[in-house]
T-cell receptor, first 114, second 112 residues
Framework: NAGVTQTPKFQVLKTGQSMTLQCAQD?????MSWYRQDPGMGLRLIHY???????DQGEVPNGYNVSRSTTEDFPLRLLSAAPSQTSVYFC?????????????FGSGTQLSVL | GENVEQHPSTLSVQEGDSAVIKCTYS??????FPWYKQELGKRPQLIID?????GEKKDQRIAVTLNKTAKHFSLHITETQPEDSAVYFC???????????FGGGTRLMVKP
């Protein structure tokens, strides 16, 4: 049982480049989410999904897109990378959407935008 | 939206002492309050949580208290050990919005 798998673990981009961070879970969880973690600012929600075909914005959605075509996958797309998007990104999932309980986090992606 | 504030941002204690971390939240509709521990370079992991219909919950050396009227909740760690050193995050969940909002984190250092 792999849990929540994120790829890549590290990525360096140039300003203006686009890329997709991958997230997959094998626990049949309804709820999936993306957070970014910046020093001293905790974890801030970017986007979340309560099921396949349903996504919504979190606290800091600008510059990011998501889709949820299957229950298992929830990719995060950076449209045109900016230095302000340098951060550690975590994908997290939970069993039930209407009653989010324990969040299972992926191992994170360290992204640097030069 | 929900706003969660966490204090202190850093906390240094001697091994064996107690540590207390406090959080306040803004949305009275929030009904679930978890605490996560993140060791250096690792992913956050749930250590304890409390729902709005409960005032206190304990699990061995850790406990969480909730005051709904004042909209604050606290994490208490007793008999601290060096392996308790980590960053701790509180969070608040509002099921109407389906969003879990985190506090800014507390770096706890336990000195042997």
């Amino acid at each position: 049982n792999a849990g929540v798998t994120q790829t890549p673990k590290f990525q360096v981009l140039k300003t203006g480049q686009s890329m997709t961070l991958q997230c997959a879970q094998d626990m049949n969880h309804e709820y999936m989410s993306w957070y970014r973690q910046d020093p001293g600012m905790g974890l801030r929600l970017i986007h979340y999904s309560v099921g396949a075909g349903i996504t919504d914005q979190g606290e800091v959605p600008n510059g990011y897109n998501v889709s949820r075509s299957t229950t298992e996958d929830f990719p995060l797309r950076l449209l045109s990378a900016a230095p302000s998007q340098t951060s550690v990104y975590f994908c997290a999932s939970s069993y039930s959407a209407g009653r989010v309980e324990k969040l299972f986090f992926g191992s994170g992606t360290q992204l640097s935008v030069l | 939206g929900e706003n969660v504030e966490q204090h202190p941002s850093t906390l240094s204690v001697q091994e064996g002492d107690s540590a207390v971390i406090k959080c306040t939240y803004s949305d009275s509709a929030s009904n679930y309050f978890p605490w996560y521990k993140q060791e250096l370079g690792k992913r956050p992991q749930l250590i304890i949580d409390i729902r709005s219909n409960v005032g206190e919950k304990k699990d061995q050396r850790i406990a969480v208290t909730l005051n709904k009227t004042a909209k604050h909740f606290s994490l208490h760690i007793t008999e601290t050990q060096p392996e308790d050193s980590a960053v701790y995050f509180c969070a608040a969940f509002n099921n109407a919005g389906n969003m879990l909002t985190f506090g800014g984190g507390t770096r706890l250092m336990v000195k042997p």
